[in-house]
């Protein structure tokens, strides 16, 4: 079977539902599709489910599927997740909690499960806990500022477990939990120990902060806890290389969205960032582009664009702003197409989910896909609304069959039988 | 994410296939949409596989699925749910038969396994049961009579199993069997002893019971044994308060069939049955409609009205008692769409499962299914026949789909990830 390359370009948060801002139409009803136009009439399209029809996706649930894992049956929860788009490095076995940043009284009964919500010196007291909070019971802690008040523990050890309760209460007037153990073995009651041990250590390092007096002074609550919940711990997913059903050797992701970086680490891309990429509405995207056909000359099997405007203009409510970054990163499709040989690559294009700009958060509504392969069977559609979508020959894929199309298409995977 | 009410309206049975006696048309096509249309037109439609396509649903697994929870891996057996629709109350660790109302001969050699099917006298042989049988080594056993020689029989105590076998040998001119344990421990031949007991203490009864003599009077076969079959060990579904994913406080479920409001009970809805509503074809729909309306008004955040008609026309074989009862469900849904704030709700008319008039039992076709949503893509058809279902941009959902879908569109459900 012939082997092709495989280029996949997400944008971030594509589909969407009429907005009456635009008279009831969707942003990608106002996009000019000229540049691809040639490409998507060469493509058959469909929708994709991320997860399955009826669950909102994360981007890390998401980007789990898009590259062939289950993530109903391979996801340790959010605590890991959240720890890696806010910057760690996680290793399998490493727990991680989602944590907030907190008020608190001397008797930690919790005042403001916030601290106040907007905590401008957030990154300095995360820094200045992460000088001073040392080992404890020779497991490291880490503490990772995600945005706002919101962080994330990564505790990393030997023989620990996610089987422990959470620290945060869940609701004020109430003294912060002791984390207790939820399975009966050594590694969830030594858990549980380490947590409510960080839980005094940071109570007593925050007692003393310089940064605390200055919030005091202006009159803002001090940030005296971290209160704990949704202990997960990190799996280890198969790279590439090591899926025998596969053959794919080297794969390449290029974004500068810190959560799908780390995603894409973790399944065995080459992850990188081009200059100028910043994952905002203002990044140079074409620097994407170009990097896509550089690692295509270079042989790479698979490469993966990811460009996150979208999603940022969708959860501010902008459609103008989405229907711009659409068109942008049409043109970073455009790019790639033209400059590889079309007889020689599968390239998809899609969101990696929903984000209408009318609910600013991820739902459920499958996603616009399109796949060009030298030989599919075409729908000649030469736009990509959500119409054409829901029109389209490839039906309504979910989870994993997706990744599994496109590395058919590219002669890259084994029979399932004789 | 702003929280809408959900208002789902069940036609049970409501699919078909073509019907000889139309002109080959089904039901649906002879049905007038004219008091929904302008609903159906801004709905979303397409198709709904309560379980999974090829699998005929019954109604208690399609409502499982219809609310959310997969019935493939949490359906303990159609014991207990044929005890619920007999009006059982049952509590988790129960376990449940499936009997016959059978004939054996004194050697207990079955002569009939339906003691000739009709028994007008069922009612009464199973009231003389229940109150003359007693506990059996502390367990205590209830007989429910379900349809002609049908029955349920419940056992309710600590330390039960169902994991035995059936005394019911399947055939006739076969001795009664002894119900064996399927498992190595206590509770499964605590259970098989205590069925065991069951049988002989039935047999015992029904001898001496005055209305078998009259049965024998009149030349009908004597009904004195009950043939056990599918052992079910009920188990507890969480309600929708504890499904930490879900946003639902308070959830009412409008219906008069007893496996339908025992199904919904088990999930944590109320359950009411307006006064005039029968479950038959004589229902009094308009009180459903009415009793919704006003549970919209009290606040309620789930609202499910249930109408059984269409079904039984069609377990009757009768396409125009069918056409008439979903044209009758069809003013419910008018009703309350005129009686809600449809910038405030979603809403969903479907079937529970396809009952083809031609075939008078449930088949496993896909349900047509209409969403009602505020801002949803519409499909713009302004009837919903098979035709339009397959048409339609939802495209085809399978069990827990549907319910999320809903859930999402309502603001309802949790992010699957970060």
Not at 271 to 287: H, Y
Request: hydrophobic share 40%; charged share 25%.
């Amino acid at each position: 079977m012939r082997r092709l390359k495989i280029v996949v370009v997400v944008a971030d948060g594509l589909g969407d539902r009429p907005v009456p801002e635009l008279g009831m139409r969707t942003p990608l009803e106002l996009v000019d599709f000229s540049p691809v136009a040639d490409l998507l009439s060469r493509s058959a399209v469909g929708l994709w489910d991320p997860i399955r029809p009826g669950v909102r996706p994360g981007s890390d649930t998401a980007h789990l599927a898009l590259f062939g894992v289950d993530p109903i049956n391979n996801y340790p929860g959010r605590g890991p997740f959240e720890a890696i788009g806010a910057g760690a490095s996680l290793r399998p076995g490493d727990v991680a909690f989602r944590g907030n940043l907190a008020t608190v009284s001397d008797e930690m009964v919790v005042i403001d499960r916030r601290a106040g919500r907007v905590i401008p010196e957030a990154k300095q007291l995360v820094e200045y806990l992460n000088q001073n909070i040392g080992e404890i019971e020779g497991v490291r802690v880490e503490v990772y500022h995600a945005t706002e008040h919101r962080v994330a523990v990564v505790f990393r050890g030997p023989g620990l477990s996610d089987a422990v309760s959470d620290t945060d209460p869940h609701s004020e007037g109430v003294r912060v939990l002791e984390s207790r153990p939820l399975a009966d073995d050594e590694a969830a009651r030594r858990t549980a120990r380490v947590v409510n041990a960080f839980t005094k250590r940071v109570a007593e390092l925050l007692r003393d902060c310089p940064l605390n007096a200055r919030r005091e002074e202006r009159g803002a609550p001090p940030v005296n806890a971290i209160l704990l919940r949704g202990a997960g711990k990190m799996v280890r997913y198969p790279r590439f290389s090591e899926r025998g059903e596969l053959d794919v050797a080297r794969a390449v992701a290029i974004s500068a969205t810190a959560l799908v970086k780390g995603v894409c680490a973790l399944l065995g891309f080459e992850v990188v960032t081009p200059e100028g990429a910043t994952g905002g509405i203002d990044s140079d995207l074409m620097s994407k582009a170009r990097a896509a056909v550089e690692f295509y000359r270079r042989g790479y099997d698979l490469i993966y664009v990811h460009v996150k405007g979208a999603d940022a203009a969708s959860h501010d409510g902008n459609p103008y702003a989405k229907v711009d970054m659409i068109e942008r990163t049409l043109r970073v499709l455009s790019y790639i197409a033209d400059n590889v040989d079309l007889e020689d690559v599968v390239i998809s294009f899609l969101g990696d989910h929903t984000t209408p700009v009318t609910v600013r958060d991820h739902t459920s509504d499958p996603v616009p896909v399109a796949v060009y392969a030298p030989g599919i069977l075409t729908d000649g559609f030469s736009r990509l609304t959500e119409k054409e979508a829901r029109r389209g020959s490839l039906g309504r894929l979910r989870s994993v069959e997706l990744f599994g199309t496109l590395m058919d298409y590219a002669g890259r995977i084994e029979k399932f039988g004789a």
